[in-house]
C-alpha cells in the first residue's frame, strides 16, 4: 500500500530523502511478517514527519518497507520513532538476519492523488546504468512514463539510480508500460527489474498482465 500524509498536498513541500529497510521472514513465519509489518505501515503513517510510506512483497518473499521524508531531520525523527522500535524488537523473532537499511535521496516523482492512491496494487523496481554520467546533476534526468503513471525515482548512498513504478490495477490485455529513464538525450540501459505486490489496508487485488520474460538479473534492489 501506498499511504501519502495529507500534509503534503497542503504544503507542497518536496520529498526530498527516503529510507528503505529489506526484510526476509523466517522459514514459517511469513504470515506473521506480513500482519506484523502491515501493523508497522500503520504507525508510520501517524508519524508527524514521516509523508509518504510503502510496503512492498517481493516475488523472491522478500518484503521492502520505504518511508519518504521533507528533509533529514524528519527521517532522524522517524529512526527513533515508534515504528522503527517495533522492527528492532521483533528482529530475532520474525526476521532471517538483520533488516538492511538504505539511505535514498529522491530525484524525482509522480505520485497520485488521494483519490488515486486507492488504485494501486503492484509495481516494479528499476535499476538503471548511468553509464559515465553517474556523477552528473540530477536535473538533467529525463523521466518518460504515461499520462496516469505513478513513480518514484531514488538514489542510493552507493549512487545506484532506481525507478519504484506504480500500478494500478486492471484488466487491459496490454502489457503494463515501464517508465524510460535517459540524460542528456540518451536513454539509460535498464540492468534489472523485479516486480512487488502492494500490501497494507484496502490493498486491490492486481489483474496485472505479467511482462514478457527476460534475461534482466531478478534482483533489482541495490545492497
Known amino acids: 500500500m501506498i499511504v501519502m500524509d495529507e500534509r503534503v498536498q497542503e504544503r507542497h513541500e518536496p520529498m526530498t530523502i527516503g529510507l528503505l529497510v529489506r526484510i526476509r521472514p523466517k522459514a514459517g513465519r511469513e504470515d ?19 509523508e509518504t510510506s510503502l510496503l512492498m512483497r517481493f516475488g523472491d518473499g522478500a518484503y521492502a518497507l520505504l518511508d519518504l521524508f521533507t ?7 522517524h529512526l527513533s520513532g515508534s515504528a522503527r522500535q517495533a522492527v528492532a524488537y521483533r528482529t530475532r523473532d520474525l526476521f532471517d538476519g538483520e533488516p538492511t537499511d538504505l539511505l535514498l535521496d529522491v530525484v524525482g516523482h509522480e505520485l497520485p492523488t488521494v483519490a488515486g492512491r486507492a488504485r494501486l496494487a503492484a509495481g516494479t523496481w528499476l535499476t538503471f546504468d548511468q553509464g559515465a554520467h553517474a556523477s552528473a546533476a540530477d536535473d538533467e534526468l529525463c ?8 513513480w518514484l525515482a ?4 552507493g549512487g545506484t539510480l532506481a525507478v519504484i513504478d506504480l500500478a494500478p490495477t486492471h484488466d487491459g490485455p496490454e502489457p503494463t508500460a515501464l517508465p524510460e529513464v535517459s540524460r542528456r538525450g540518451r536513454e539509460l540501459r535498464l540492468l ?5 505486490r502492494l500490501l497494507g489496508p484496502d490493498v486491490p ?9 527476460t534475461s534482466l538479473p531478478t534482483t533489482s534492489l541495490p545492497v
Open 205 to 213: 487485488e492486481p489483474t496485472i498482465t505479467p511482462l514478457p520474460s
Open 71 to 77: 528533509d533529514e531531520p524528519s527521517r532522524r525523527e
Open 154 to 157: 531514488v538514489r542510493t548512498a
Open 192 to 196: 534489472s527489474s523485479e516486480r512487488f
Open 143 to 150: 523521466f518518460s512514463t504515461s499520462g496516469d503513471a505513478a
Open 32 to 50: 506473521d511478517v506480513e500482519e506484523f509489518l502491515d501493523a508497522v505501515l500503520r504507525l508510520s503513517t501517524r508519524e508527524r514527519h514521516t
